[in-house]
């Protein structure tokens, strides 16, 4: 089992009902959804495109996926999770806009935005004590050799390496595009999420997900608002 600090908005948010819809999956029940009609993308193309943003939610990555350290349980880490959120303010980022990071589409910030990369250092501070060490295997995942040498060296450290200077928020809404598909999957995009970009987006929660066994769909397993204590969603 592992599991994940993920920024998500609320399950009943416009954005999060948008992306499930886009990505044919709700993390939220683990519904899979009925597919958006796309005149410029044929239904097969886009199932085969989405497939590894759908197995993991919509989300923005806050601390990366990890096995829980031994000695530590769940219900430790819920509990660090319920204060870690009460003790973090809500805030907004400006603008989010449509980028490709690689071969992959994602929304992100149109700026940097301090707020938003203290978030993601604190969580990936906060919840260290919770993370085992990786396996050989999830390090030879990373590519390592494609990794810059921080890269690296944050990998070995931390379990991941685009954490602190070397993060990049993100709102992940493919796998790798082909070159060939790029300009229509653009246009799509943009069609579909026309209401966001170009938006603020508001960061007022956070959500632990949780993958039963590797490979398996994540789900959220708990959502809380930023700020003072306030009632537990469980998904």
Do not use: C
């Not at 390592?144 to 890269?151: A, I, Y």
């Not at 809380?224 to 009632?231: D, E, F, K, R, V």
């Amino acid at each position: 089992m592992r599991y994940a600090i993920y920024f998500a908005p609320p399950a009943d948010d416009r954005l999060s009902q948008t992306a499930a819809r886009w990505l044919g999956r709700d993390a939220f029940n683990n519904g899979a959804l009925a597919w958006p009609e796309s005149p410029a993308l044929e239904r097969e193309r886009q199932m085969a495109l989405t497939a590894e943003p759908r197995r993991y939610g919509f989300h923005g990555t806050l601390k990366a996926p990890f096995e829980l350290a031994a000695g530590r349980s769940e219900g430790d880490l819920i509990a660090a999770f319920d204060e870690f959120a009460a003790e973090i303010e809500p805030f907004e980022v400006p603008e989010i806009t449509l980028s490709e990071i690689g071969p992959f589409f994602a929304l992100v910030p149109t700026r940097y935005s301090a707020p938003l990369q203290e978030l993601a250092e604190q969580a990936v501070r906060r919840f260290e004590p919770f993370r085992a060490q990786l396996a050989e295997t999830d390090i030879a995942r990373r590519n390592p050799e494609r990794l810059t040498l921080r890269q690296r060296e944050y990998l070995t450290a931390w379990g991941y390496p685009y954490v602190f200077e070397e993060f990049q928020f993100h709102l992940t809404l493919t796998g790798p595009v082909p070159d060939d598909m790029r300009s229509i999957m653009r246009r799509t995009l943009e069609a579909a999420f026309d209401d966001f970009i170009g938006k603020p987006l508001a960061v007022s929660t956070v959500a632990l997900f949780v993958e039963p066994h590797r490979g398996a769909p994540f789900t959220v397993r708990s959502l809380l608002p930023l700020g003072s204590a306030s009632t537990r969603k469980i998904a």
